[in-house]
């Protein structure tokens, strides 16, 4: 059975950084991590393989997110830097097979979800 525990959400002010943090167990997946705001849809982040050597960011946060992950330790991380008050979400750690062969940037892409964590940007 996987299990996703994230930690690291909090409240910050706009222009700080904040590094996310998603232990894992049941074994290395392709791993990535979605988002909620307030009434709004769930957006993929960002995606990284098994092995760590591809990444993939959503336009939104490229250039200022980096995903990464330590197979040693069962960790991925999503480190934040330059927050906005637009990146006020619950922030959801996934990983998964993709058994659909839906896009990796599709929630159907990951069978395995966390139970989120909440980064506040205050302006």
């Known amino acids: 059975q996987v299990q996703l525990v994230e930690s690291g959400g909090r409240l910050v002010q706009a222009g700080d950084s904040l590094r996310l943090s998603c232990a894992t167990s049941?074994?290395?997946?392709?791993m990535g991590w979605f988002r909620q705001a307030p009434e709004k849809e769930q957006e993929f982040v960002a995606r990284?393989?098994?092995?760590?050597?591809?990444?993939y960011y959503a336009d939104s946060v490229k250039g200022r997110f980096t995903i990464s992950r330590d197979n040693a330790k069962n960790t991925v991380y999503l480190q934040m830097n330059s927050l906005k008050p637009e990146d006020t979400a619950d922030y959801y750690c996934?990983?998964?097979?993709?058994?659909?062969?839906?896009?990796?940037?599709?929630?159907?892409?990951?069978?395995?979800w966390g139970q989120g964590t909440q980064v506040t940007v205050s302006s």
């Open positions: 049941g074994g290395t997946y392709a």
């Open positions: 990284i393989s098994r092995s760590g050597a591809n990444t």
């Open positions: 996934v990983a998964g097979t993709n058994p659909t062969g839906a896009a990796f940037t599709s929630r159907w892409a990951y069978e395995y």
